[in-house]
T-cell receptor, first 114, second 112 residues
Framework: GAVVSQHPSRVICKSGTSVKIECRSL??????MFWYRQFPKKSLMLMAT?????????EQGVEKDKFLINHASLTLSTLTVTSAHPEDSSFYIC??????????FGPGTRLTVL | GQQLNQSPQSMFIQEGEDVSMNCTSS?????WLWYKQDPGEGPVLLIA?????ELTSNGRLTAQFGITRKDSFLNISASIPSDVGIYFC????????????FGTGTRLQVTL
């Protein structure tokens, strides 16, 4: 069964509003989780590594003030897209590492900013 | 960010045919993973490879970790309609922590 869940599965919001996406590890604790963004017909691009109890590590070119990541518990990481604009519309996917450094992905969240 | 070169970009095959796709990089990887993604869903792990030369099967799927550690391939035998989807390779660079680099994807279409 699924080991990672995401909520919501899809969200539509107005430009300028903020949107929070939750990523939960369903089986074991996850001290590290990952956030990816995927544009239509494109591959997954890592945005940031979420670390429980410490600051997230952002990839080059990803605005940390725009994409706020909070990993406040061992099973939950959240991504908040602040002041969303239409160009932020994308498919956001989180993942966690397994016992052998493989990654297990959530079902994704489709964000549409009007 | 860096991406792996994956080929072919897309392929149309008939049900029952075998499929082969590969992933190459100019860098050395210490882990290769193969995923399948259906529309509107997250990627699902198919096969994980950890040693150069390793050959691993999962049902009709077989994947190999290239000897040079710079490539990997995935074969699907006797394809069926539910094999339709996008297949991604992903690798972990030597000397990095847990981050994955993803391939550009291979879109597979199966006709009856």
């Amino acid at each position: 069964g699924a080991v990672v869940s995401q909520h919501p599965s899809r969200v539509i919001c107005k430009s300028g509003t903020s949107v929070k996406i939750e990523c939960r590890s369903l089986d074991f604790q996850a001290t590290t989780m990952f956030w990816y963004r995927q544009f239509p017909k494109k591959s997954l691009m890592l945005m940031a590594t979420s670390n429980e109890g410490s600051k997230a590590t952002y990839e080059q070119g990803v605005e940390k003030d725009k994409f706020l990541i909070n990993h406040a518990s061992l099973t939950l990481s959240t991504l908040t897209v602040t002041s969303a604009h239409p160009e932020d519309s994308s498919f956001y996917i989180c993942s966690k590492s397994g016992d052998y450094n493989e990654q297990f992905f959530g079902p994704g969240t489709r964000l549409t900013v009007l | 960010g860096q991406q792996l070169n994956q080929s072919p970009q897309s392929m149309f095959i008939q049900e029952g045919e075998d499929v082969s796709m590969n992933c190459t990089s100019s860098s050395i990887f210490n882990t290769w993973l193969w995923y399948k993604q259906d529309p509107g869903e997250g990627p699902v792990l198919l096969i994980a490879l950890y040693k150069a030369g390793e050959l691993t099967s999962n049902g009709r799927l077989t994947a190999q970790f290239g000897i040079t550690r710079k490539d990997s391939f995935l074969n699907i035998s006797a394809s069926i309609p539910s094999d339709v989807g996008i297949y991604f390779c992903a690798g972990r660079l030597s000397g990095t922590a847990s981050k994955l680099t993803f391939g550009t994807g291979t879109r597979l279409q199966v006709t009856l």
